[in-house]
Antibody, heavy 121, light 107 residues
Framework: QLQLQESGPGLVKPSETLSLTCTVS??????????WGWIRQPPGKGLEWIGN???????YYNPFLKSRVTMSVNTSKNQFSLKLTSVTAADTAVYYC?????????????WGRGTLVTVSS | SSELTQDPAVSVALGQTVRITCQGD??????ASWYQQKPGQAPVVVIY???NRPSGIPDRFSGSRSGDTASLTITGAQAEDEADYYC??????????FGGGTKLTVL
């Protein structure tokens, strides 16, 4: 059964870069049927889409975060990654990686458990 | 980037029917997907495309759309349905958008 697992530092200092990796196990990331996405959720708030990456490296980013976000794929390690630069306290959130199913209209059919990232000095 | 608007909170009596709505321009072109999130857990998709349920999702969950509004209906709400519900859709640009979420209370 395919699973996703987020990993990365739980604490990042203001103005620094947040870096997270999602490891896909039980299946290949190199499939045309899916994008791979990042979604975040600040404490007590709703879900916010950050962006999606295809196994070829093609990306879509949230326009409000686009200037600070980079997503990439490492097919040899079956991983995809998120970098968010110049973080502030407003970037404190649980970060989820998820699989975006491209069948008909898109939907996230599989999610990681999420990882809390706190931005604080 | 468009927005999806949801009512912040809805309540339903145990065993009754409740409808959670989601409004936005993208819904005129694309079907919404609906996610259930319980405290401390990752979201889980309950409805996708026109009215499809993943394996394991009870058939009391159903979806519909009219114009720019999508609806998630729970027919015969159970105590375990108490959760936050989020709608989402793709956009013509290739982006994805989420609604602000609806907190469902089962009385």
């Amino acid at each position: 059964q395919l699973q996703l697992q987020e990993s990365g530092p739980g604490l990042v200092k203001p103005s620094e870069t947040l870096s997270l990796t999602c490891t896909v196990s039980g299946g290949s990331i190199s499939t045309s049927a899916y994008y791979w996405g990042w979604i975040r959720q600040p404490p007590g708030k709703g879900l916010e889409w950050i962006g999606n990456v295809y196994y070829s490296g093609s990306t879509y980013y949230n326009p409000f975060l686009k200037s600070r976000v980079t997503m990439s794929v490492n097919t040899s390690k079956n991983q995809f990654s998120l970098k968010l630069t110049s973080v502030t306290a407003a970037d404190t959130a649980v970060y989820y990686c998820a699989r975006l199913n491209l069948e008909q209209d898109w939907y996230f059919d599989l999610w990681g458990r999420g990882t809390l990232v706190t931005v604080s000095s | 980037s468009s927005e999806l608007t949801q009512d912040p909170a809805v309540s339903v009596a145990l065993g009754q029917t409740v409808r959670i709505t989601c409004q936005g321009d993208s819904l005129r072109s694309f079907y919404a997907s609906w996610y259930q999130q319980k405290p401390g857990q990752a979201p889980v998709v309950v409805i996708y495309d026109k009215d499809n349920r993943p394996s394991g999702i009870p058939d009391r969950f159903s979806g519909s759309r009219s114009g720019d509004t999508a609806s998630l209906t729970i027919t015969g709400a159970q105590a375990e349905d108490e959760a936050d519900y989020y709608c989402s859709s793709r956009e013509t640009s290739g982006n994805v958008v989420f609604g602000g979420g609806t907190k469902l209370t089962v009385l």
